[in-house]
């Protein structure tokens, strides 16, 4: 039955080693990873095991030393590797820099990935198209601005203009290379094979590249008919990065990985395109024991479960350097392979996660989800002019603690401004999603959801001015939004549509509330706007991560919007799929009370899959 149902495609994982017996786990797809001599030999030995292959390949990065050195075309290509301000080439290893999406790269990345094709792969995944903030200083980025602006090159880090800007183009280059090498190669498997080719995007989350400070597609990738979907890099590794909550920095691995996949499932919510959640039972940093990489995966697997309109898994990246692999002891001395009582739990899970597309979903409690919006703008505002000689102006990856040496770059790290209007409500038991901003002007039934909005354009940007005719509308349909911030954001100031053209505003706010049908400088309160209501709080948003006052007065603001008996805070989400219940009790928050489920429970992080009539 089995192999029946294997071109659904649940669940699948990647592995860049040729096939083995012991990571052979039974599921519908494995993504074959790499282009080398070896790739044929690889895609066949797991299509001779029933496996519906695909390939996974570096966009921004790879084994590319032909095309650098000249080999392919005569001409040597390293002006097109990313570099910072010092003229550093950012790196992902010896020779292998992370690359300007030029024309010239993206037509030998092409012809490279049709031995994929030849191969007879079904799908190709084209991994994290990535470039860093500190970049945009090489002669090829310099040339592709002056196509691009139609003026003459300015270093990023000189204004938040230059460094909006420069932002904008990047995203826009990796969607051109993104666009047109699908298409030639779709139509390559058309022509050549009469096949339909499938092309993928693994890539971390808005909310993860922003923090890093990445800048790639994301929401741009739905103009693409070309891509079919999306892999959510979200793991241990990137939702372990501290944040800040009531003053206090540290790791919060669930609440930052429910919101991670909360926003990537924005991508393909309401579409026909296909979206796999990650997850990692170890990550990419080795020097974690296995008691860390059990309990932060039991973390993410859970905070993925709360977001049911995906029901799609990559159950692990390189499940070679999981059941093969060594990490360090507890008690430091040597190290250790996996613990069989872990090794079966994965299994277990693995297994259990091809029956989560079920059409019985039920929140537990009174609130329905609230929206808070993001855009893909937020990718633009990380960095600033005022950090200069305070960072090291090299990439963070979540495993260089010395990158960011100074304040002002840890509080960039930090991104306060997103994490103060969401970890409040969240800690609150209430169930915050991230809502893509970009799609009010996609889909114009995209808002159709949501009862409740926050909006703050203190950390991102409207992309355009139709947006806010959707906001309108919705709020006059009976929509409620709350509006925060205090309109001191430097990046205000960048030349965009709001104060170029004719048009005269200071922020992006008034423009707003204009629209709206309210004053373009609103005081403090809350105006009935058709059937809803608008609420103005001139507070920044990242106030609301410094202390408890903050962010009990942004709570307070939410509760105004509702109705007394609408309004439930507790210290838990407990979300029904089917016969699954999905249960977090949160640190932070309003108790310590335990939850306590009484019933007939099977408990699947439990190795021995006991029976209880309570679980605790």
């Not at 790196?91 to 992370?98: A, E, F, L, N, T």
């Not at 070309?226 to 920095?249: E, F, K, L, M």
């Not at 997103?418 to 038991?429: D, E, I, Q, V």
Request: net charge negative; proline share 5%.
């Amino acid at each position: 039955m089995m192999e029946n149902t294997r071109l659904e495609e649940k669940t699948g994982f990647q592995e860049r080693v040729a096939y083995h017996p012991t990571f052979d786990l039974r599921t519908d797809f494995v993504m074959v990873y790499g282009i080398d001599e070896s790739m044929p030999k690889r895609i066949k030995e797991w299509q001779d095991r029933g496996y519906v292959v695909h390939l996974m390949t570096g966009v921004a990065w790879g084994e590319y030393q032909d095309y650098l050195y000249g080999e392919v075309d005569g001409r040597e290509h390293w002006d097109e590797a990313q570099k910072n301000r010092f003229g550093d080439i950012i790196s992902h290893g010896k020779d292998v820099p992370y690359m300007v999406p030029t024309i010239a790269f993206t037509n030998y990345l092409t012809e490279r990935i049709k031995v994929a094709v030849d191969a007879g792969v079904e799908a190709i995944h084209l991994e994290e198209p990535e470039f860093w903030v500190e970049g945009g200083y090489s002669e090829a980025f310099k040339r592709e601005w002056q196509i691009f602006y139609k003026e003459a090159w300015v270093p990023p880090h000189e204004s938040v203009d230059a460094q909006y800007r420069a932002s904008k183009l990047k995203a826009y280059l990796y969607t051109r290379c993104l666009d047109r090498l699908c298409a030639e190669l779709k139509e390559y498997a058309q022509v050549k094979y009469q096949r339909d080719l499938r092309f993928y995007v693994p890539t971390h989350s808005l909310i993860n590249y922003t923090q890093w400070r990445i800048v790639s597609p994301q929401s741009q990738l739905l103009s693409l008919p070309t891509v079919d979907g999306y892999i959510a890099q979200v793991w241990t590794g990137t939702s372990r990065t501290p944040n800040v909550y009531n003053g206090i920095r540290k790791e919060r691995t669930f609440e930052t990985a429910y919101l991670e996949y909360g926003i990537m499932q924005e991508l393909v919510r309401g579409t026909e395109r296909r979206m796999w959640f990650l997850h990692d039972p170890i990550e990419d940093n080795p020097n974690y024991d296995w008691d860390d990489y059990r309990n932060n995966y039991y973390k993410i697997v859970t905070a993925s479960l709360f977001h049911p309109a995906v029901h799609r898994y990559e159950i692990s990246p390189w499940p070679n350097r999981v059941f093969n692999g060594s990490y360090p002891k507890k008690n430091g001395q040597g190290k250790e392979a996996i613990p069989p009582e872990y090794a079966t739990s994965l299994l277990i899970l693995m297994n259990t996660l091809r029956d989560f597309d079920q059409s019985e979903i039920e929140w537990v409690g009174k609130m329905a989800p609230i929206g808070v919006l993001l855009a893909d703008s937020t990718m633009f505002q990380r960095n600033h002019p005022d950090i200069l000689g305070e960072d090291s102006a090299q990439k963070y990856d979540g495993t260089d603690a010395e990158m960011l040496k100074g304040d002002k770059a840890q509080e960039l790290l930090d991104w306060s401004e997103f994490y103060g209007l969401t970890l409040p409500l969240l800690k609150s038991g209430i169930p915050v999603r991230p809502v893509q901003l970009d799609n009010i002007r996609r889909f114009s039934s995209y808002l159709e959801d949501y009862q409740t909005l926050i909006l703050s354009y203190e950390f991102l940007k409207p992309e355009a001015p139709d947006i806010h005719l959707g906001l309108s509308q919705w709020v006059q349909n009976g929509g409620r939004l709350l509006y925060v911030g205090d309109h001191s954001d430097d990046y205000h100031h960048v030349r965009e549509w709001w104060n170029s053209n004719g048009s005269s505003y200071e922020n992006p706010a008034e423009h707003l509330f204009e629209t709206l049908g309210l004053e373009r400088q609103l005081e403090q309160g809350t105006y009935p706007v058709g059937k809803g209501i608008v609420s103005f709080l001139p507070l920044h948003p990242k106030a609301c991560a410094q202390n408890r006052q903050n962010a009990e007065l942004l709570k307070d603001t939410v509760r105004q919007l509702f109705s007394t008996n609408d309004w439930e805070e507790k210290n838990y989400l407990l979300l029904k799929r089917g016969p699954y219940i999905i249960s977090a009790v949160m640190d932070e928050s309003l108790s310590e009370e335990p939850l306590k489920l009484q019933g007939v429970y099977v408990d699947l992080f439990d190795h021995h899959l006991p029976i209880r009539k309570e679980v605790v």
